[in-house]
């Protein structure tokens, strides 16, 4: 891999090891399953998806991406994962999902090709697992038109997230693959604010997503200790 690619080999074996299991719904990706129609209903509210040409950055097997293209909107979907990728080309050829397309491509080299190309720019559960996460925010801001939305799906760093995330998530109720994460990576909503503010991302709003393991279900909330999503608007 080119070492200037903001990409950590490790993370992208990682999930390229699983990528055959991510359209089944009781695999190590039922938590992406069953968080997508919470996200998408929330992204679909605030930047009324249908119509809109949409960048999904870290696609991975389009679960979000194929989602969007049903709302009508227009998708490309990129990740650097090839294998990941084969299963989402192969899954929208199977479901007839059209208006989706997907690319292995970084989203530094699609903010070269791409400037100011796309109304709506996604990016989640990604952040976490790239070396310099400001860069992607920085790509994002360069991708999106004047007024458009950027969202952006990640996790808080506190001894509560460790605790759930981590500990909790990935070894006690093993919703997630132990070394799914790494506490290092997490980054502080006031991080990711700072990241945005510089690079013209205004903050328009923050959302938390909570879980309940006796019920088994996800919901929206004001809490953003563990995960949580920024809505933001390139000025």
Not at 97 to 123: G, H, K, L, W
Not at 142 to 149: A, H, N, Q, S
């Amino acid at each position: 891999m080119n070492p200037n690619i903001n990409a950590d080999p490790a993370e992208l074996a990682k999930f390229s090891d699983l990528a055959h299991r991510w359209w089944d719904p009781e695999s190590e990706f039922r938590p992406l399953h069953q968080i997508n129609p919470l996200r998408l209903t929330w992204i679909d509210a605030l930047a009324s998806l249908n119509g809109k040409r949409v960048l999904d950055i870290g696609c991975g097997g389009g679960i979000l991406s194929d989602a969007m293209a049903r709302k009508g909107a227009l998708v490309t979907g990129i990740d650097l994962s090839t294998k990941a990728l084969r299963v989402a080309q192969l899954h929208a050829l199977e479901a007839g999902t059209r208006n989706v397309d997907y690319r292995e491509i970084s989203a530094e080299a699609m903010a070269q090709q791409e400037p100011a190309a796309f109304d709506v720019v996604t990016c989640m559960e990604m952040l976490e697992h790239v070396p310099d996460p400001s860069s992607v925010v920085r790509a994002c801001s360069i991708l999106v038109k004047p007024g458009g939305w950027v969202f952006f799906s990640t996790l808080n760093r506190n001894p509560k997230s460790f605790l759930f995330a981590i500990l909790g998530a990935e070894y006690v109720l093993q919703l997630l693959p132990k070394g799914t994460h790494e506490y290092a990576k997490f980054i502080k909503p006031s991080e990711l604010a700072q990241y945005s503010r510089e690079v013209g991302l205004e903050l328009s709003q923050t959302r938390g997503m909570e879980y309940n393991p006796i019920t088994r279900r996800y919901w929206l909330s004001d809490n953003t200790s563990v995960n949580y999503m920024f809505a933001t608007r390139k000025a």
